[in-house]
């Protein structure tokens, strides 16, 4: 069981633009930095979005982050095959000392 | 560019010990806070543990998993940082990931550890 709470699966068609939550506490995302990692199949997570809604270089403005209280959500536009892939969310948590993640979210691209 | 290189995976029985290493390139290592973070087959990303910069005090935490049974270290001298794991479970079958620790900004290609008789 995840700390943070996110959908297990999300899906679109290519173009469309589709949101994945992240559910968290006070602890957690209400009182820190939320992050955003991609993970195409067989490799490591790639760095997405950080401090809510910054994207590092090379990432498509295609992907937005924000916040709200104790929830999170990235928005992915103009959906790609290529963004076919489990996206999660973490943050830091004040009362477990340690980062802590959401479940993953596979997203599909029919 | 940053580099983060896993290596020391492999096959070892319950109860066992392996020590597993990550060698960091392209960064200031000395000054880095630095994770673990692993992903058992088919599961989410579960954070491990951190060990911060010696000139913060070198100090680490610890996911209440592995607490009493894994030790993080880093050599400054190698750019080295090192996850000993003691008394594994098969609950520790996971692919090992080395990443920078402040955000979890670079990630390396993961070690696989395989508790198993």
């Known amino acids: 069981q995840s700390v943070l709470t996110q959908p297990p699966s999300a899906s679109g068609t290519p173009g469309q633009r589709v949101t994945i939550s992240c559910f968290g506490s006070?602890?957690?995302?209400?009182?820190?930095?939320v992050y955003w990692f991609q993970q195409l199949p067989g490799t490591a997570p790639k760095f997405l979005i950080y401090r809510n809604s910054q994207r590092p270089s090379g990432v498509p403005d295609r992907f937005s982050g924000s916040k709200s209280g104790t929830s999170a959500s990235l928005a992915i536009s103009g959906l790609r095959s290529e963004d076919e892939a489990d996206y999660y969310c973490?943050?830091?948590?004040?009362?477990?000392?340690?980062?802590?993640f959401g479940g993953g979210t596979w997203l599909t691209v029919l | 560019e940053v580099q983060l290189v896993e290596s020391g995976g492999g096959l070892v029985e319950p109860g066992g010990s392996l020590r597993v290493s990550c060698a960091a390139s392209g960064l200031s290592f000395s000054t880095a806070w630095m994770s673990w973070v692993r992903q058992a087959p088919g599961k989410g990303l579960e954070w491990v543990g951190r060990i911060k910069s010696n000139a913060d005090g070198g100090t680490t935490d610890y996911a209440a998993s592995v607490k009493g049974r894994f030790t993080i270290s880093r050599d400054d001298s190698k750019d080295t940082l090192y996850l000993q794991m003691n008394s594994l479970r098969t609950e520790d079958t996971a692919v090992y990931y080395c990443?920078?620790?402040?955000?979890?900004?670079?990630w390396g290609q993961g070690t696989l550890v395989t508790v198993s008789s």
């Open positions: 006070s602890s957690n995302i209400g009182s820190n930095y």
């Open positions: 990443t920078t620790a402040r955000e979890l900004d670079y």
């Open positions: 973490a943050a830091w948590d004040d009362s477990l000392s340690g980062w802590v």
